[in-house]
């Protein structure tokens, strides 16, 4: 926040991402850390909410639990073809869970080529119900590319768009985060290559506790940067 009072005097737009669950409560500190009543130049977000904001043909965009009613369907449809799954369609717990599973895979951006070449070497079980995933997840996937967007294509959609010029006149701020996906770290690959500045706030510690702190990312981000071939700044709030 300091950050980002030094710099609204040398900049007209302002973007601060940080995650969903802290958008509101930074909403209220930007506004008295700056002591002010409202600004239309500073925007507090997160990725899926700017690419909700920035997506105009919203209708086939599907929600968290379109997303679970679609996967729902696909398992239905396939139920004939899965080696273990086959009878767990209608369970809804199980369902919830292989959304998660799909979504994590589809967010370290792992491909369903890349997970089926994985099967030959687990063991017979586990290859069975990676068999059943890898079918699951090429049959969501089709269904996806044939004109629906799902969480992970939204990002996809958000990171093109900010590479077409959506934030090439912002400061952006990135803060409060403990680790990114594999998407998001191309959103932020795109940021720095397109913002007028890029601002990235890690907690970080050398005490008895450093093992928590997110150091990975740090490195992760380093990378990008010199990948791009830029200059960050990286400020730590200990």
């Not at 077409?164 to 932020?188: M, Q």
């Not at 397109?194 to 928590?212: K, M, P, W």
């Amino acid at each position: 926040l300091d950050k980002l009072k030094e710099r609204t005097a040398k900049s007209k737009k302002h973007i601060l991402f940080v995650p969903d669950r802290f958008s509101l409560s930074y909403q209220k500190a930007v506004l008295e850390h700056l002591n002010i009543k409202g600004t239309f130049d500073i925007e507090v977000s997160s990725f899926p909410r700017l690419a909700d904001k920035l997506i105009t043909d919203k209708r086939r965009v599907l929600d968290k639990q379109s997303e679970i009613m679609l996967l729902r369907k696909v398992i239905d449809d396939n139920k004939d073809g899965l080696l273990r799954f086959g009878k767990m369609g209608k369970n809804a717990d199980f369902v919830n869970d292989m959304y998660a599973a799909i979504s994590q895979i589809r967010n370290s951006n792992i491909s369903v080529d890349r997970l089926r070449n994985a099967i030959e070497f687990l063991p017979k079980r586990i290859a069975d119900k990676t068999k059943d995933i890898v079918k699951i997840y090429h049959n969501y996937v089709e269904y996806i590319q044939n004109g629906y967007s799902d969480g992970t294509s939204k990002l996809q959609a958000l990171c093109d768009m900010i590479y077409g010029g959506a934030l090439n006149d912002c400061e952006v701020y990135i803060s409060d985060f403990t680790s990114f996906s594999a998407i998001e770290y191309e959103i932020i690959k795109a940021i720095m290559l397109n913002a007028v500045h890029t601002h990235i706030c890690l907690v970080d510690s050398d005490g008895e506790n450093s093992h928590v702190f997110p150091k990975d990312v740090k490195n992760r981000l380093f990378s990008l940067a010199d990948e791009v071939g830029i200059s960050m700044y990286i400020s730590y709030s200990n």
